[in-house]
């Protein structure tokens, strides 16, 4: 076989067969294939796409390019839950506990955050002596015995996703559906769970900018999981506004926390109950949504839900003193209260701004090597659709060095008040299997 042939066909927008795909991702994994070749063929794909067959093949081989967790030592069907990424999302932070004590056996690999979108494992690390890196022995272990394990990859998972995401992000070829799906879509199979919830995330602060383009990424994702034997399911959610009212990793762990006790924000726990029903159900714990509600609603109101997290964090060796006090959590030096400048209606809140600004305090990374501050992020104290006075305080910024004015101008102009009122958006556009 010659690559070349192979660069050929897709550029002729011809479909490649399994041994084809499988030859290109042997060859980018042992080298055998320069990089320049490699670049030729995802631009090919970019521009001409790939059927759902060819995306699954692509998924398939990169899955099976490095290690595979085998959880079948777990008793009963193991789920997985991934976002797309949003700002302010801690959500596998409240619903994984959530599930857990619901019965469900949650097995999660979790990522770290890089630019405006923060990471799970970054969060959960805002708990001292928190260990996010456990052996895939220990990992296992623990999904037995309690039911939920959060970590980040072991192993050699997908080696064939990271020379190709480090070549697309140099060649203008992230943004191509089949890439991104095989992308995600092959980590998800490597990392074992029976079956997958896909978020995918729409908007200002995320990858896919409306709601069509995010239900076609979660098609193409559901299509490879269901064609490789996993239950794959997905929801539509907005990202046009931060997710909860939180930004910033200490401050994550509060609100996720307080989501656990039934105490978290309206829009948060509404999308851990929905994304709880459909994992409880694809997990066969229930047969129906109102079932399945009930019985999350009830481990939130027993205090099981907050005790499966406590349980989560002794486990992996955090401070679980942190958790029942959250004031031990780490706090910034400072909490500047930002009023509202004028009388209206919260139109727009920019949640990608926000997340860079919260990144600017020090809460995330612009650099993969730069270095986190737990304590520091955004308060907000409003939602699209409010309306605001000159009395109301829009935000509150957890800070360890002195607000610059030009900060402050950028986030004032991160809300956009405006004279006429607006409605709010559903934050679940749809759900899709
Ligand atoms: N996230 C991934 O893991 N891969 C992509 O291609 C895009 C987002």
Same mark, same amino acid.
């Given at each position: 076989?010659?690559?070349?042939?192979?660069i050929?066909k897709?550029r002729?927008?011809?479909?490649l067969? @399994?041994?084809?795909?499988?030859?290109?991702?042997?060859?980018?994994?042992?080298?055998?294939?320069? /990089?320049?070749?490699?670049?030729a063929?995802?631009?090919?794909?970019?521009? @001409?796409?790939?059927?759902?067959?060819e995306?699954?093949?692509?998924?398939?081989?990169?899955?099976?390019?490095?290690?595979?967790? /085998?959880?079948?030592?777990i008793?009963?069907?193991?789920?997985?839950k991934?976002?797309?990424?949003?700002?302010?999302?801690k959500?596998?932070?409240?619903?994984?506990?959530?599930?857990?004590?619901?019965?469900?056996? $949650?097995?999660?690999?979790?990522?770290?955050?890089?630019g405006?979108?923060?990471?799970t494992?970054?969060?959960?690390?805002?708990?001292e002596?928190?260990?996010?890196f456990l052996?895939?022995? *220990?990992?296992?272990?623990q $999904?037995?015995?309690?039911?939920?394990?959060?970590?980040?990859?072991?192993? /050699?998972? $997908?080696?064939?996703?990271?020379?190709?995401?480090?070549?697309?992000?140099v060649?203008?070829?992230?943004?191509?559906?089949?890439l991104?799906a095989s992308s995600?879509?092959? *980590?998800?199979?490597?990392?074992?769970?029976?079956?997958?919830?896909?978020?995918?995330?729409?908007?200002?602060g995320?990858?896919m900018?409306?709601v069509?383009?995010?239900?076609?990424?979660? @098609?193409?994702?559901?299509?490879?999981?269901?064609?490789?034997?996993?239950?794959t399911?997905?929801?539509?959610?907005?990202?046009?506004?931060?997710?909860?009212?939180?930004?910033?990793?200490?401050?994550?762990?509060?609100?996720?926390?307080?989501?656990l006790?039934?105490?978290g924000?309206k829009?948060?726990t509404?999308?851990?109950?929905q994304?709880?029903?459909?994992m409880?159900?694809q997990?066969?714990?229930?047969?129906?949504?109102?079932?399945?509600?009930?019985?999350?609603?009830?481990?939130?109101?027993?205090g099981?839900?907050?005790?499966?997290?406590?349980?989560?964090?002794?486990?992996?060796?955090? @401070?679980v *003193?942190?958790?029942? /006090?959250?004031?031990?959590?780490?706090?910034?030096k400072?909490?500047?209260?930002?009023?509202?400048?004028?009388?209206?209606?919260?139109?727009?809140?920019h949640?990608?701004?926000?997340?860079?600004?919260?990144?600017?305090?020090?809460a995330?990374?612009?650099?993969?090597?730069?270095?986190?501050?737990?304590?520091?992020g955004l308060?907000?104290?409003?939602?699209?659709?409010?309306?605001v006075?000159?009395?109301?305080?829009?935000?509150?910024?957890?800070h360890d060095?002195?607000l610059q004015d030009e900060?402050?101008?950028?986030?004032?102009?991160?809300f956009?008040i405006s004279?006429?009122?607006?409605?709010?958006?559903?934050?679940i556009?749809?759900i899709?299997?």
């Open positions: 076989m010659r690559f070349v042939d192979i050929d897709k002729e927008n011809l479909e067969s @399994n041994e084809e795909i499988q030859f290109w991702i042997d060859g980018v994994v042992d080298g055998s294939i320069p /990089d320049y070749q490699t670049s063929l995802l631009m090919a794909i970019v521009l @001409n796409g790939m059927t759902d067959k995306t699954a093949y692509l998924a398939k081989a990169m899955m099976h390019s490095g290690d595979v967790i /085998d959880l079948s030592s008793e009963g069907i193991k789920s997985d991934h976002s797309t990424g949003g700002v302010g999302d959500t596998s932070m409240a619903l994984g506990p959530m599930v857990a004590a619901c019965g469900l056996k $949650v097995a999660k690999m979790s990522g770290r955050g890089l405006h979108t923060g990471g494992l970054d969060k959960l690390e805002s708990i002596g928190f260990n996010c052996s895939e022995e *220990k990992f296992i272990k $999904v037995k015995e309690i039911g939920v394990a959060i970590i980040g990859q072991t192993g /050699d998972l $997908v080696p064939a996703d990271k020379k190709l995401y480090a070549l697309r992000d060649t203008s070829t992230v943004r191509s559906i089949p991104i995600i879509m092959s *980590k998800k199979l490597a990392s074992g769970s029976d079956t997958i919830l896909l978020d995918v995330k729409y908007g200002e995320a990858f900018r409306t069509q383009e995010a239900t076609e990424l979660a @098609n193409a994702m559901i299509s490879i999981g269901n064609s490789l034997g996993r239950n399911m997905a929801m539509i959610t907005d990202m046009n506004q931060p997710l909860g009212n939180t930004i910033g990793n200490s401050l994550e762990v509060i609100e996720a926390i307080d989501t006790k039934g105490k924000p829009d948060f509404e999308l851990c109950m994304a709880g029903e459909i409880l159900m997990g066969k714990i229930c047969s129906t949504k109102e079932e399945a509600r009930n019985i999350l609603q009830d481990a939130v109101k027993s099981k839900a907050f005790e499966k997290f406590k349980e989560m964090v002794t486990y992996q060796g955090g @401070n *003193k942190m958790i029942e /006090d959250t004031t031990l959590l780490p706090k910034s400072f909490i500047t209260e930002i009023k509202c400048r004028k009388e209206g209606y919260v139109e727009k809140i949640s990608e701004e926000l997340g860079i600004l919260a990144m600017l305090l020090g995330g990374r612009a650099k993969k090597e730069d270095n986190i501050n737990y304590g520091v308060k907000i104290n409003c939602k699209k659709g409010d309306k006075t000159t009395e109301d305080t829009i935000c509150y910024v957890y060095q002195e900060w402050i101008e950028r986030l004032y102009e991160a956009l004279n006429t009122h607006v409605e709010n958006d559903p934050l556009q749809k899709l299997k």
